[in-house]
Structures are given as C-alpha cells and as structure tokens.
C-alpha cells in the first residue's frame, strides 16, 4: 500500500531566504511560477523563497508541511513523463486563520514581490469593466477593519503597514488570466487604497509597481490515482503533486520596484516593456477555445477538452473559432506566427497525457467570459466579422449554468453568480426569455453588447438550436 511508504520530506535549514510571497498557492502556481523561480536561483542565486498564502482552506498547508513544503512536478508527455522535486516553499499561512501573520509577513523587508493566482473572482471587481466593486460583502469588511478578508484588502493593508514603516513597497505581481493584468490590479488597489487612506493610495501610486504578465501552461486537477501512481513509481508517497504539460510560457513586463526580482529570463521567461500582444493572443487563443470547448464539450458528455477536440465536429469547431473568428482579429507578438501558434495549441489539446477536465475549465464562466470571448465578439461586430462559433459558446454558457445538460443530468455549477444565474435561467418560459433575462446581467454583458440586436438575435437563435439539437449538431452545422 502506498501509505506504507515513506513521505516525501525536504529540509527546511536549506530553504533560500524568502523573498516572496504568492497569494493563492494552487496548483497552477507550483506546476508554474514556481519552477520558474527555483531555476532562476539555480541558475543565479538569491533569496528568493516563496511563502504560500491561502486565502481560505488549510489544505495546502496540511498536505506540505509534513513533507517540509516540498512537492514533485509531474510533466505528462505523450511519450511519456518526467518528475522533479521542487523544494523552492518555505512555508503556507491560512490567511482566515491567522490574518495577522500574513500581514506581518507581506510588512517584512525583505519581501520584494508578492504575486497572486486567486483567479478571475478573487479580485472583488466588475468583469464587465473592471471596476472594484464596492458593494461585494469582502470590500465592505476590508474598508473598515484592519484585518482583511479579500486579496486586494491584503495587499493595501501590507502596503499600508510597509508605507507606516518606511519600507518600500512591494511589487504586485499578478499572474492571472485577466486583460491587462498588472494595471487592472494596481486600479483596483488603488480604489480600495482611497476608500481607506488617499494618501495612502499615492504612495502606491508614486512608489509601487504592478507588471502585467502573461502565463500559459495547462495543469489538469491531481486526481487520487495520480498520487498512487507517482507513489508506485517514486518509492515515496507524496501527498500534494502537481501534474502539468510540457509547454510553458510566462511573459513578464520589466518594471519593478527597485529593480528586484529573480532572474526570470535565466529560467526561460520573456521580459518585455509591453504584454499586451501577447496577453490578447493567449486569453483568446487558448483561453477563448478553452471556454468555448469546455462548455460546448461538457453539454455534450465530454469530460476532457482531449476528449472533445477527439470528436471531429468539435476539432473542426475550435479549428475555425482560430481562423474565422479570433486570429482576424488580433496583432501578433513580434516573431509570432498566429497560424502556427494555434496549431500548435490544437497539439496540446490533442495530448492524451493531460486529462483537463472541461467541468474544472467551466468554472467560474460569469467572471472568465468578458475577456476571454465576449471582447471579441464586441469587436468582430465593430469590424462587421461574423462571430457564430462565439456566439454558440456564449449560447452553451447560458445552457450550462441552467445546471442541466443535454441527457437531463443536474450539473454542479461552480461560480460565484451561479444561484443568480440558476434563477435568471428558470425566470424564463421559453427560450427569448431565459436569454434576456441573463443578457440583463450587466456584471456579465456590457450594456453595449447586451443591447446589440445583431447579438440579440444570433445568441437567441443559437440557444434555441442547443436546446433543438444539441452541441454536437450545433458545432457541426455551424461551419458546412
């Protein structure tokens, strides 16, 4: 049995001095960012140590600690994989438990960055625009007291502490797939900073530093079986590993306080005066199919995105979402070819290796569609390019969070509107119905695209076809 077997453990008098602290220690951070910093100091040195923060659950921290916040990275390769050790933790807070210490670590000195993977929702703010907002229950809380609930609480009050001390700031180093990352953080810190203290929001401003950056690397949920085959395969039990493909990307703006960071570039990221392009190209190239499949392919009986682009009517689906509907759209990066770039995500998709489940990249819709697909669709109609195998996703979204699917199962939706979503949906007798009434959601649809008729009517005939005919007849019909 693999619980017989001796745990996974790293010494922690050989962990390097923290330099860092990353708020929201999932999965994606240690099969990501992670790696990139413990070959960073491989290749350069420094002190550059990652204290992880979660936010709610101690999971994390009960799972690492015993094995001395050690944890191996299993890379999944269709010809086979390769594991390491990364031992770069030099310890998990739980922010609900002890707010205190969190904050007093973020104060420290010698905390230079502090970044954040706490997904599209975690940043309490109007997908739709952007904008912090102020009535969600965490902002109210954070304004008032000096103990935070939220992320962005946790950094102004950091801040806040660090401005009181004569510290510097630190820099804010998002790394979630939000448009313009960097800035949309700094807005939202700064919104809250002033709500609290001004002046404290323009030493932010003046004296902070918050690149934008973008991430790419496909890390599929660590199932059960996962860890009893790493066991059988190590001689160790480790009971936090993390699975992820052989591509990865991290393209990073070079702007931070003081000039102190690790040496990214050794460890094979990009460090560029400007992400834009290559953030647009990946948020819609792999993040808009990826939305788009996982909807799609989820109403359909499909459990993993391999799973679905194996289907042909749903290979040829995101085929021509690229070249129809998104790349026309876009500028590439200086040296990209768009073409190659998404045949190149096909691949990826194709790896029979990585079971990402579309149910997992379904989560959280309400938050991920306005940068991922409804930008484009606004876009193409500026540009009076026809947008249905979007506007079908967007239709799929609506099914998907009615909680049924196509063979009348309840599905589990995870998202932070889903009761409101759930009760828009069922609001309607018929079709036009439920599409108006979740078209009326302005933390979802911009007003200018919500009120389209152009849109209108082509999301209200492709909801009806779903429900008429289902994904698969949908996504096949769409394109002959």
């Not at 900073?193 to 902070?208: K, R, V, Y």
């Not at 199932?223 to 990307?249: M, W």
């Not at 009076?384 to 609506?398: C, E, I, N, T």
């Amino acid at each position: 049995m693999v619980s017989d077997l001796p745990r996974l453990s790293a010494p922690i008098d050989c962990k390097p001095t923290a330099g860092i602290i990353h708020l929201g220690l999932g999965a994606f951070y240690r099969a990501h960012g992670a790696i990139y910093i413990a070959e960073a100091m491989a290749h350069s040195g420094g002190g550059w140590g990652i204290i992880g923060v979660s936010l709610m659950r101690p999971d994390q921290r009960d799972l690492l600690k015993p094995q001395g916040f050690a944890y191996t990275a299993v890379e999944l390769a269709p010809t086979g994989e390769v594991s390491q050790v990364i031992n770069v933790l030099n310890d998990v807070l739980v922010a609900q438990e002890n707010p205190t210490e969190v904050l007093k670590a973020m104060a420290s000195p010698a905390i230079k960055i502090v970044s954040l993977t706490i997904t599209e929702k975690g940043y309490c703010h109007e997908p739709s625009s952007g904008a912090l907002n102020r009535t969600h229950a965490d902002i109210i809380h954070d304004v008032d007291h000096s103990l935070p609930k939220s992320a962005v609480g946790f950094l102004v009050r950091a801040l806040q502490m660090r401005r009181a001390a004569g510290v510097p700031p630190f820099t804010v180093l998002c790394c979630d797939n939000l448009p313009q990352n960097g800035r949309l953080v700094r807005s939202v810190v700064l919104e809250l900073a002033g709500m609290i203290n001004p002046e404290l929001a323009d030493w932010i401003s003046q004296n902070g530093a918050f690149p934008s950056t973008m991430v790419d690397r496909i890390v599929p949920a660590t199932s059960p079986e996962d860890i009893v085959t790493l066991a059988n395969k190590s001689g160790y039990l480790d009971c936090s590993p993390v699975i992820h493909e052989p591509f990865r990307q991290w393209v990073i703006e070079d702007d931070f306080v003081n000039e102190e960071r690790p040496d990214f570039a050794a460890a094979g990221a990009q460090m560029v005066d400007d992400v834009m392009a290559f953030e647009h190209m990946k948020l819609r190239c792999l993040n808009g199919t990826h939305s788009s499949l996982a909807y799609m392919g989820y109403l359909a009986g499909y459990e993993s995105i391999f799973d679905t682009v194996s289907n042909p009517d749903f290979g040829r689906y995101c085929q021509r979402l690229w070249s129809a509907e998104i790349i026309p759209g876009l500028k590439p990066p200086e040296g990209v070819n768009l073409q190659d770039y998404a045949q190149a995500l096909f691949e990826r998709y194709s790896n029979p290796a990585i079971r990402h489940l579309t149910w997992q990249i379904a989560m959280d819709g309400s938050q991920k569609l306005p940068q991922r697909i409804l930008g484009i669709i606004e876009e193409n109609l500026a540009a009076k390019r026809a947008s249905p195998g979007l506007v079908l996703a967007v239709a799929a979204w609506m099914r998907y969070v009615g909680a049924v699917d196509e063979s009348g199962q309840a599905i589990d939706v995870q998202d932070p509107l889903a009761e409101l979503l759930k009760s828009l949906s069922d609001s309607g007798v018929d079709a036009a119905a439920k599409v108006d009434a979740i078209l009326s959601l302005r933390e979802v649809f911009p007003e200018s695209l919500a009120t389209n008729p152009l849109f209108q009517n082509a999301l209200l005939k492709a909801f009806s076809r779903l429900i008429e005919h289902g994904a698969q007849a949908c996504a096949k019909e769409l394109y002959q």
